[in-house]
């Protein structure tokens, strides 16, 4: 069981589930003594509105979670959103309520091709100059695992997940880094972290350089278990870099409801002991990791210190009214079941 103070900075809400979806972070939550959970937009099964809506009463009803409401596309392309629409003024209305932060998923090759235009169109560059002017936190989930790209080495599970990238339709993997790349040159102070590494553990030192160049830079240890073996594979040059680093890198999970809670507690425990302890942990290859004995300070950097940072050492409050007026203004982007599910709560919380 956890001993560390830990707040887990990426998890999910991804579906309304049968089970009352208030409670299903709690036990986790206690069983291994979490400070804080940071739940992050996901529109994969519904829309970014209905995510948020989600959100939005989930930290209502568990005030110590930090949230991390996603834009919703009103129209594709990018550029065609209404005035009263548009990015910035979704992250006006999301800011005001009580998020936390943004999540943007529109890095990941599916989502970059629905939106149409580029990650520096510049629709999405005011919304990153607003952000950064206000130091508001940014989560980015940016491209996919290269072999994604490759028929060959794409693994069975992407495969079944619809996450491959070989029909030509698709920007390449170095498209989407170097777009990425773009906005931190136009945008140097944003605060933002990229998920999952950035996908670059093959290539680290991409990651060094964006390091030294951004001060405001980080990324996040969710797996992608293919991170975890890089690590093995070249553990003294990464066991340098964390140790260099241990204020870039934030702990998270991905932990996902409903997910596989087996699997995210097997993980929760490979991650935390790699990070936390000098101990050997059976890994994502099944080969044995060891843990990075990393000094106590620069644990806390990476378990809870660097995100604390970021958003603030509280979550901060729900405004019920501007949720209300939220709620209502986006509420053509809701199915007839999310209203179904929304409407009894706002009547009982709202
Ligand atoms: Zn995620």
Same mark, same amino acid.
């Given at each position: 069981? &956890?001993? #560390?103070?830990?707040?887990?900075?990426?998890?999910?809400?991804?579906?309304?589930?049968?089970?009352?979806?208030?409670?299903?972070?709690?036990?986790?939550?206690? /069983?291994?003594?979490?400070?804080?959970? &940071?739940?992050?937009?996901?529109?994969?099964?519904?829309?970014?509105?209905?995510? &948020?809506?989600?959100?939005?009463?989930?930290?209502?009803? #568990?005030?110590?979670?930090?949230?991390?409401?996603?834009?919703?596309? +009103?129209?594709?392309?990018?550029?065609?959103? %209404?005035?009263?629409?548009?990015?910035?003024?979704?992250?006006?209305?999301?800011?005001?309520?009580?998020?936390?932060?943004?999540?943007?998923?529109?890095?990941?090759?599916?989502?970059?091709?629905?939106?149409?235009? /580029?990650? /520096?169109?510049?629709?999405?560059?005011?919304?990153?100059?607003?952000?950064?002017?206000?130091?508001?936190?940014? $989560?980015?989930?940016?491209?996919?695992?290269?072999?994604? !790209?490759?028929?060959?080495?794409?693994?069975? !599970?992407?495969?079944?997940?619809?996450?491959?990238? *070989?029909?030509? *339709?698709?920007?390449?993997?170095?498209?989407?880094?170097?777009?990425? $790349?773009?906005?931190?040159?136009?945008?140097?102070?944003?605060?933002?972290? +990229?998920?999952?590494?950035?996908?670059?553990?093959?290539?680290?030192?991409?990651?060094?350089?964006?390091?030294?160049?951004?001060?405001?830079?980080?990324?996040?240890? *969710?797996?992608?278990?293919?991170?975890?073996?890089?690590?093995?594979?070249?553990?003294?040059?990464?066991?340098?870099?964390?140790?260099?680093?241990?204020? #870039?890198? $934030?702990?998270?999970?991905?932990?996902?409801?409903?997910?596989?809670?087996?699997?995210?507690?097997?993980?929760?425990?490979?991650?935390?002991?790699?990070?936390? *302890?000098?101990? %050997?942990?059976?890994?994502?290859?099944?080969?044995?990791?060891?843990?990075?004995?990393?000094?106590?300070?620069?644990?806390?950097?990476?378990?809870?210190?660097?995100?604390? /940072?970021?958003?603030?050492?509280? %979550?901060?409050?729900?405004?019920?009214?501007?949720?209300?007026?939220?709620?209502?203004?986006?509420?053509?982007?809701?199915?007839?079941?999310?209203?179904? #599910?929304?409407?009894?709560?706002?009547?009982?919380?709202?």
């Amino acid at each position: 069981m &956890n001993t #560390r103070k830990i707040i887990d900075s990426h998890m999910h809400i991804s579906k309304w589930g049968e089970m009352d979806f208030i409670s299903c972070f709690d036990g986790y939550i206690k /069983n291994e003594k979490l400070q804080a959970i &940071n739940i992050c937009a996901i529109p994969l099964r519904q829309t970014n509105v209905c995510n &948020n809506i989600v959100l939005g009463f989930y930290k209502l009803l #568990r005030p110590n979670t930090y949230i991390h409401g996603g834009i919703e596309l +009103i129209k594709i392309p990018i550029d065609n959103m %209404p005035a009263d629409m548009d990015a910035v003024t979704q992250y006006r209305e999301l800011m005001e309520i009580g998020f936390d932060g943004i999540k943007m998923l529109e890095g990941k090759p599916t989502e970059h091709k629905r939106i149409g235009k /580029n990650l /520096n169109h510049p629709s999405l560059n005011s919304l990153y100059k607003e952000m950064e002017k206000d130091g508001t936190h940014l $989560i980015m989930h940016v491209n996919d695992p290269d072999e994604f !790209w490759d028929v060959e080495r794409a693994p069975d !599970w992407a495969v079944k997940a619809g996450w491959t990238y *070989t029909d030509g *339709t698709y920007a390449p993997y170095e498209e989407i880094q170097r777009q990425t $790349i773009k906005i931190l040159q136009e945008h140097p102070s944003l605060s933002v972290t +990229i998920a999952h590494l950035f996908f670059c553990s093959k290539e680290p030192k991409i990651l060094e350089e964006l390091f030294e160049q951004y001060p405001n830079f980080c990324v996040d240890l *969710t797996p992608g278990g293919e991170m975890y073996v890089e690590f093995e594979k070249n553990y003294s040059y990464y066991k340098e870099f964390f140790n260099k680093y241990s204020q #870039r890198l $934030i702990f998270g999970t991905d932990r996902s409801y409903m997910g596989d809670e087996k699997y995210a507690d097997w993980l929760f425990n490979v991650v935390t002991t790699f990070l936390g *302890t000098d101990k %050997p942990v059976k890994s994502f290859d099944n080969k044995t990791l060891m843990g990075l004995g990393l000094s106590s300070d620069k644990v806390d950097d990476i378990f809870f210190a660097n995100f604390e /940072n970021r958003v603030g050492k509280e %979550p901060k409050p729900i405004n019920k009214e501007k949720f209300k007026a939220y709620i209502e203004k986006y509420s053509f982007a809701l199915t007839k079941e999310d209203l179904e #599910r929304i409407n009894p709560l706002v009547e009982k919380y709202l």
